[in-house]
């Protein structure tokens, strides 16, 4: 069975509730027009959190996100 989880959103909760300001920003980007991959960190006021790679923009921010929470020691990571 395939189970999403949102980090994206749970992190943002998180920033909404400690007041803090998350970005996004593409490291790099390279493969095929068709084919691509992104690597992306997540930055929390003004720190680079994580960096999360995948094969769209939202899958390298959701890997990200997850670092982050990893970090951050957000209680969702229960995998």
């Known amino acids: 069975r ?3 989880f949102d980090y994206k959103s ?3 909760e998180y ?3 400690n007041e803090l300001e998350i970005t996004y920003s593409i490291l790099k980007e390279y493969g095929v027009p068709h084919d691509k991959t992104f690597i992306i960190a997540i930055i ?3 720190v680079e959190f994580g960096v999360g790679q ?3 923009k939202k899958e390298a921010e959701q890997a990200a ?3 982050a929470l990893a970090k951050l020691n957000v209680g969702v990571l229960n995998e």
């Open 44 to 46: 929390i006021d003004g």
């Open 15 to 17: 920033a909404d509730a």
């Open 54 to 56: 995948g094969k769209n």
């Open 65 to 67: 996100a997850k670092v």
């Open 2 to 4: 395939i189970f999403f």
């Open 10 to 12: 749970v992190i943002k």
